[in-house]
C-alpha cells in the first residue's frame, strides 16, 4: 500500500470558508422518530455533531476529499459521550471526527444558511446511515471498524514515532490516577508529573510546527486536542501564573 503522505497535503480541493474551530466530544445519534420516513433537510442532524470515521471512509481521507485538518481525534482512553450506550466512558480507540464550527457541535461542512452539506457527495459512513427516523443502522455500526490515526500514519516515516511515544505519555488512564492521587499523600508527586505530562503535550505540538513545518490547523487530528482543553472535563484546569502553570481543582477528583 502506497504510504498515504497526502494526508498532510493541505490543498484547496474542498476548503468551506468556515472557520476552522475546535470540535466537540459528542458524537449524537438523534432519536428515532417513526413518523417520518425521508429526510427533510432540516440540518438537526448536522448541528448535533460532525460523524465518527470508519475503515469505509479512509479513502476520503487519503485522496483528499476531506481534508486532514478539518479533523480531530478523540484519543484511545479519553472520555467521551457515547450516544448509543448512553453515558460518558473511555473510548476504546480512537474516534476521528469532523470539527465543529464556531465552537459548537455543529459539523464544519455544514451550511446552515443553505441547510446543505458541503461534501455531501463525499460523506462519511455514518452520514450515510443515518436516517434520523431510524438510527438502528447507525446504532449498528457505531462502533464498528472504527479508523485510527495508525491506520493513516503508521508509514509516514518519523512522525508516527512521535505520535506513539505521545500516546504512552499523555495517556489518559495514567492522568485520570495522578487527578486522583491529587486529594491523597502523594498530591505534590502527583501535581508535577501531571505539569510536566502537560509541558510536553505544549512542547511536541510547537516542535512539529516549527521544525516539520506542520500546519498548526493539523495539531488536533495528529495529537489530538491539547490536554488544557480536555483536562477541565477531568475536573481540573490549568492556568498560567507569571512563568509557571498552575493547577486548579473544579470537582471532586474521586
Known amino acids: 500500500r502506497q504510504t498515504p503522505t497526502h494526508t498532510y497535503h493541505l490543498s484547496k480541493k474542498m476548503d468551506p470558508d468556515n472557520k476552522n474551530q ?15 420516513n425521508t429526510c427533510l433537510r432540516c ?38 459521550y457515547d450516544n448509543v450506550k448512553g453515558c460518558r466512558m473511555p473510548a476504546s480507540s480512537d474516534i476521528i471526527k469532523i470539527q465543529g464550527q464556531k465552537g459548537s457541535w455543529t459539523c464544519f461542512f455544514f451550511k446552515a444558511g443553505e441547510k446543505r452539506c458541503a461534501i455531501y457527495n463525499d460523506r462519511p459512513l455514518e452520514c450515510r446511515r443515518l436516517k434520523c427516523w431510524d438510527t ?16 493513516l500514519i503508521s508509514q509516514v516515516k518519523g512522525l508516527w514515532d512521535l505520535v506513539a511515544d505521545h500516546q504512552v505519555r499523555c495517556d489518559y488512564g495514567k492522568i485520570k490516577k495522578l487527578i486522583n492521587d491529587l486529594s491523597g499523600p502523594q498530591k505534590e508527586r502527583a501535581r508535577k508529573e501531571i505539569l510536566e505530562i502537560i509541558q510536553y503535550d505544549a512542547e511536541i505540538r510547537k516542535l512539529v510546527v516549527a521544525k516539520g513545518e506542520m500546519d498548526p490547523a493539523m495539531l488536533d487530528f495528529i495529537f489530538g486536542r491539547s490536554l488544557t482543553q480536555t483536562l477541565p472535563g477531568y475536573g481540573i484546569k490549568v492556568r498560567q501564573e507569571g512563568n509557571k502553570l498552575v493547577i486548579v481543582l473544579t470537582q471532586s477528583t474521586q
Not at 470540535?23 to 413518523?35: F, H, K, V
Not at 438502528?136 to 491506520?151: C, G, I, P
Open 22 to 36: 475546535q470540535g466537540l466530544e459528542n458524537a449524537s445519534i438523534p432519536e428515532s422518530d417513526t413518523t417520518q
Open 43 to 80: 440540518g438537526i442532524c448536522c448541528e448535533k455533531g460532525g460523524p465518527c470515521f470508519h475503515q469505509e471512509d479512509r479513502l476520503l481521507i487519503e485522496t483528499g476529499q476531506i481534508l486532514a485538518k478539518y479533523l480531530y481525534t478523540i484519543r484511545k482512553g479519553e472520555y467521551a
Open 136 to 151: 438502528e443502522a447507525l446504532e449498528q455500526n457505531y462502533t464498528r471498524n472504527r479508523l485510527t490515526r495508525e491506520d
